[in-house]
């Protein structure tokens, strides 16, 4: 073979020879979602690996994304047909087994438990109606999804619907363990939507917050929270995932671990001994976790289901979502401001959503833009964590529904 024929094959090797449109377009927004998350810090614990992923996945024959190829032998021993393994696929179609079977998702529900105080939340019951009026922006969005259908060339299957709708609890976990399950040619678009509205909380939520709320409303201050005691941080995780569990089994899965890492925080206090697994759900595993899920599912925004009309109706539904989920945890923080004779700020509805803790804070700062002497953290986390729970009750109730 002279050297020209050989140059001319190492050519035909190259990426650039068979890139499309579509690839390079998706290439370009994955350096795009880098610059945020690295320049602008946009959620980039999960938003550097989603976009890395998305890069890898349109770099074409690169084959990361490439599934297992067996061919039919005769076993020389039995004489009988069987698969033998020729190409054991790419990198990337293994560690997406994490997300297509469910197993990614409910281990980083594992750590926000292990890193979240629940006190908040348990020394203020009625807080867990405020996380449940911010989950509004999912059923209303599901339906929205639905009406869609009667626009000629966007078309949404209930499934699909559901995965959208989910988008509105801003759990970007959530979001993608349903849309797996559900609906997962649509996980690119939804994840990517979910993450992209989560680190913009600081930029969507504040405008509603304002919109919805008069300056007094605002202006009120809160009663400090009352002590919680040991024995009623550690009953709530057990008595949670027991009720859940027995009430919506399909949601067990990321309650019951969100309460498994909440529990070994708490216990952590008691028993020394326990700090080992705390640490580790909160440290290393969640890290270790959140780069497989990241970079898997960034991996699925191919190009040619990425850029489609489908894509752009999912992007303006999770806004719609998310919007509504802000809009109905301070609507009924209102309710309860006018229930309770204005005891409660109705600020810290919005919270309700399951951006944790970036929402509580949010509620925080409006309302000292309000009143300086507003200390809103402590009574937006209650709200916040119940949001937590919430999403991933509604997708128990989504996954349900869809199974029938």
């Not at 094959?9 to 377009?25: H, L, P, R």
């Not at 569990?245 to 925080?265: D, H, Q, Y």
Request: hydrophobic residues 50%.
């Amino acid at each position: 073979m002279s050297l020209t024929q050989s140059l001319i094959d190492f050519c035909g090797t190259m990426g650039f020879t068979s890139m499309t449109w579509q690839e390079g377009v998706m290439i370009c927004i994955s350096f795009v979602l880098i610059y945020l998350a690295v320049k602008k810090g946009f959620e980039p614990l999960l938003l550097l690996p989603i976009a890395f992923g998305m890069l890898l996945a349109n770099l074409p024959m690169a084959g990361l994304n490439a599934e297992p190829v067996y061919e039919i032998v005769v076993d020389p021993v039995t004489g009988q047909h069987v698969h033998q393994l020729v190409d054991a696929g790419g990198l990337l179609y293994w560690l997406y087994r994490g997300v297509k079977l469910g197993i990614y998702p409910p281990l980083i529900f594992l750590g926000v438990g292990a890193m979240t105080d629940f006190g908040p939340l348990i020394a203020n019951p009625r807080s867990i109606l405020l996380g449940a009026a911010a989950q509004l922006g999912i059923f209303t969005t599901f339906i929205g999804a639905l009406l869609l259908n009667f626009i000629p060339g966007i078309t949404f299957t209930i499934p699909e619907a559901a995965s959208i709708g989910i988008i509105g609890g801003a759990d970007g976990p959530t979001a993608i363990y349903l849309t797996a399950k559900l609906a997962p040619h649509l996980l690119g678009p939804i994840a990517v939507a979910a993450y992209s509205y989560m680190a913009l909380v600081p930029l969507i939520q504040p405008p509603i917050m304002r919109a919805l709320t008069t300056k007094e409303e605002r202006e009120i201050v809160m009663e400090q929270l009352r002590p919680v005691s040991k024995l009623e941080r550690i009953v709530f995780p057990i008595m949670v995932t027991t009720v859940v569990s027995l009430v919506l089994p399909s949601a067990a899965s990321l309650v019951g671990m969100l309460m498994l890492g909440n529990l070994l925080r708490e216990a952590a206090t008691i028993q020394s001994g326990l700090n080992r697994l705390m640490k580790t759900a909160s440290g290393e595993l969640m890290n270790i976790i959140v780069i497989f899920l990241g970079t898997t599912v960034g991996a699925t925004a191919k190009g040619e289901v990425f850029l489609s009309p489908k894509t752009l109706a999912i992007i303006a539904l999770g806004l719609a979502a998310f919007s509504m989920g802000t809009a109905g945890g301070v609507l009924f923080g209102k309710i309860m401001c006018k229930m309770t004779g204005g005891k409660v700020n109705p600020l810290i509805g919005s919270a309700g959503v399951s951006a944790v803790p970036m929402a509580a804070r949010v509620s925080q700062k409006v309302g000292q833009e309000a009143n300086p002497s507003n200390f809103l953290l402590m009574h937006a986390m209650g709200p916040n964590v119940a949001g937590v729970i919430g999403s991933a009750v509604a997708a128990g109730v989504l996954l349900s529904m869809c199974n029938f």
